[in-house]
């Protein structure tokens, strides 16, 4: 039966129903609707928070990126100022080590100038008192007796007198035959010249070595004997004679010694120099084993505490009071050069009044001193 044939109550109920049915229908889609929407929503939030956070990050990155950039550019800048002071330092250190070389190249040049001109002086002096010496020998022949009555050797009693002796003489004539020759000795003996200015080794100069006067001393010894009535006044020169030229010999071998150690103390000097500059030359320098090379050097007094260079090497190389200490704690070997000219003196004036006195004045054989 179709449906316009329904009856007016079943077709008011189908299209109650139809309607009702078409009610929940909409309403399911519209819920159904309403879920989707909130669970877009929902994402959208979710977006939207995760944009926010990656903007975040993005800012922190960014921040952080700045503040790296910032820190390199200051370490750079801190890099860069402590280069600048140690090659200013550097170049410093380097100039005072240069000027130290020069100036102790300039003292090794003026010492070794120094050395030379004493080296001649010391072979004029020598070979004056070479000369005089001899002189002296020639005058003192005059004075000559017997040999065997100068060194006591017996003589025979029954034998003949020498003329000299059994002929009778006056006082007067006894006195000129003696004061004579003994004035002539004295006068030849206050014309030495005094010991050499400069304590040099006379090995070097070729004149006169310490054999050489062993052999002149033995010679003028056998030459000069007292004359006849004299004997003891004679003896007295002859011994003090002797004795001066003992002295003379023991002075030359200490002041060949002295001439040794001031070679040995200027090489040492320049070989601590030259590795010096070395050291300089170099990325790293080795300061303890330097400061400690010089601090031994000063304090053995193989080094001049007195010298310009010390100073400059105290600052440069920072000597600690206690190394300051050590190093002007001992002085160099010998005497200073004022103490070697004041023993040379007295012993030249010692010479001088051997004629009156007969006992000479000898200066002290250890007296000489290395020259600075």
């Given at each position: 039966?179709?449906?316009?044939?329904?009856?007016?109550?079943?077709?008011?109920?189908?299209?109650?129903?139809?309607?009702?049915?078409?009610?929940?229908?909409?309403?399911?889609?519209?819920?159904?609707?309403?879920?989707?929407?909130?669970?877009?929503?929902?994402?959208?939030?979710?977006?939207?928070?995760?944009?926010?956070?990656?903007?975040?990050?993005?800012?922190?990155?960014?921040?952080?990126?700045?503040?790296?950039?910032?820190?390199?550019?200051?370490?750079?800048?801190?890099?860069?100022?402590?280069?600048?002071?140690?090659?200013?330092?550097?170049?410093?250190?380097?100039?005072?080590?240069?000027?130290?070389?020069?100036?102790?190249?300039?003292?090794?040049?003026?010492?070794?100038?120094?050395?030379?001109?004493?080296?001649?002086?010391?072979?004029?002096?020598?070979?004056?008192?070479?000369?005089?010496?001899?002189?002296?020998?020639?005058?003192?022949?005059?004075?000559?007796?017997?040999?065997?009555?100068?060194?006591?050797?017996?003589?025979?009693?029954?034998?003949?007198?020498?003329?000299?002796?059994?002929?009778?003489?006056?006082?007067?004539?006894?006195?000129?035959?003696?004061?004579?020759?003994?004035?002539?000795?004295?006068?030849?003996?206050?014309?030495?010249?005094?010991?050499?200015?400069?304590?040099?080794?006379?090995?070097?100069?070729?004149?006169?070595?310490?054999?050489?006067?062993?052999?002149?001393?033995?010679?003028?010894?056998?030459?000069?004997?007292?004359?006849?009535?004299?004997?003891?006044?004679?003896?007295?020169?002859v011994h003090a004679l002797q004795a001066r030229i003992g002295s003379l010999e023991r002075e030359l071998r200490d002041s060949d010694n002295t001439h040794r150690l001031r070679d040995r103390a200027q090489q040492v000097a320049k070989e601590e120099i030259a590795e010096m500059s070395r050291s300089v030359s170099?990325?790293?320098?080795?300061?303890?084993?330097?400061?400690?090379?010089?601090?031994?050097?000063?304090?053995?007094?193989?080094?001049?505490?007195?010298?310009?260079?010390?100073?400059?090497?105290?600052?440069?190389?920072?000597?600690?009071?206690?190394?300051?200490?050590?190093?002007?704690?001992?002085?160099?070997?010998?005497?200073?050069?004022?103490?070697?000219?004041?023993?040379?003196?007295?012993?030249?004036?010692?010479?001088?009044?051997?004629?009156?006195?007969?006992?000479?004045?000898?200066?002290?054989?250890?007296?000489?001193?290395?020259?600075?």
């Amino acid at each position: 039966m179709a449906p316009s044939q329904w009856p007016p109550a079943l077709r008011g109920l189908v299209a109650e129903r139809e309607a009702a049915a078409s009610a929940a229908a909409a309403a399911g889609v519209r819920a159904e609707a309403e879920e989707v929407e909130r669970g877009l929503e929902s994402d959208l939030e979710s977006a939207r928070a995760q944009a926010a956070q990656a903007v975040a990050a993005k800012e922190q990155a960014v921040l952080a990126r700045e503040e790296a950039d910032a820190r390199v550019m200051a370490v750079g800048e801190e890099l860069r100022e402590q280069e600048r002071i140690l090659r200013a330092r550097f170049e410093e250190a380097l100039a005072e080590s240069q000027s130290a070389t020069s100036a102790a190249r300039e003292e090794a040049r003026q010492a070794h100038q120094a050395a030379s001109e004493a080296q001649e002086s010391a072979a004029s002096e020598l070979k004056r008192w070479r000369s005089e010496a001899e002189r002296l020998a020639k005058e003192a022949r005059h004075v000559r007796i017997p040999s065997n009555s100068f060194t006591g050797a017996p003589t025979d009693p029954t034998s003949p007198l020498p003329p000299s002796r059994s002929a009778p003489r006056s006082t007067d004539s006894f006195k000129d035959s003696v004061d004579s020759p003994m004035a002539a000795a004295p006068q030849a003996t206050a014309q030495l010249p005094p010991l050499l200015n400069h304590q040099m080794s006379v090995g070097r100069s070729g004149d006169l070595g310490p054999s050489r006067l062993g052999s002149f001393h033995r010679a003028l010894s056998s030459e000069i004997e007292p004359a006849d009535g004299a004997a003891g006044n004679k003896d007295q020169l002859v011994h003090a004679l002797q004795a001066r030229i003992g002295s003379l010999e023991r002075e030359l071998r200490d002041s060949d010694n002295t001439h040794r150690l001031r070679d040995r103390a200027q090489q040492v000097a320049k070989e601590e120099i030259a590795e010096m500059s070395r050291s300089v030359s170099r990325s790293e320098v080795n300061v303890d084993y330097l400061k400690a090379v010089l601090v031994d050097g000063f304090e053995a007094g193989a080094l001049p505490s007195t010298s310009s260079l010390f100073p400059v090497l105290a600052r440069l190389l920072s000597f600690s009071p206690e190394d300051l200490q050590r190093a002007k704690s001992t002085v160099s070997p010998g005497v200073k050069k004022g103490a070697a000219t004041g023993g040379i003196k007295s012993g030249a004036g010692g010479l001088q009044r051997m004629g009156s006195t007969v006992r000479p004045a000898i200066g002290r054989p250890g007296s000489s001193g290395i020259v600075k």
